[in-house]
């Protein structure tokens, strides 16, 4: 009898213990601004594992389409999952007065980590405004007045 009350009397102990170490993850702490608005939907997949999917800004009141973005090897779910946008830098233009980028991004609902995608063309012009990218701000195009092609 005595075994069976030290034994039972441990396990108590142990399951009240185990209790008290388990922490309950609170919500995933959300992107500074403006990247909490930045988030990638409507994915699709095509041949050779290439995805596409919308780059978008806003909040679920007003959404603004930016353009799309393609990248290679990120896996979609069926759902129709999210995105989030965490971070982005410029990477290296081979024109000047266009910007690239590469952001990180999570799955949206658990945070996980999803990879990066690249932006760039028109895309990317219109992110660089988000951001507050000055020259971007600045910059209209303007035909060449060199060119021969004229309307």
């Known amino acids: 009898m005595r075994t069976f009350t030290k034994l039972f009397g441990s396990l108590a102990a142990i399951t009240v ?33 290439i995805v596409e999917c919308v780059l978008e800004y806003g909040t679920e009141f007003g959404r603004q389409r930016l353009g799309p973005v393609q990248e290679r090897g990120l896996s979609i779910a069926d759902d129709g999952q999210r995105y989030q946008v965490e971070s982005c830098y410029q990477v290296t233009r081979i024109q000047p007065e266009l910007p690239n980028f590469v952001c990180r991004i999570s799955v949206a609902r658990s945070g996980a980590d999803a990879g990066s995608v690249l932006v760039k063309g028109g895309t990317a012009v219109r992110l660089a405004r988000i951001l507050g990218d000055r020259e971007q701000l600045q910059y209209r195009w303007n035909p060449d007045k060199w060119s021969r092609l004229r309307d």
């Not at 388990?22 to 959300?30: A, L, T």
């Open 17 to 49: 213990l185990a209790g008290c170490a388990h922490q309950v993850e609170g919500p995933r702490p959300q992107p500074r601004a403006p990247f909490a608005y930045l988030s990638l939907t409507a994915c699709k997949a095509y041949r050779d594992n």
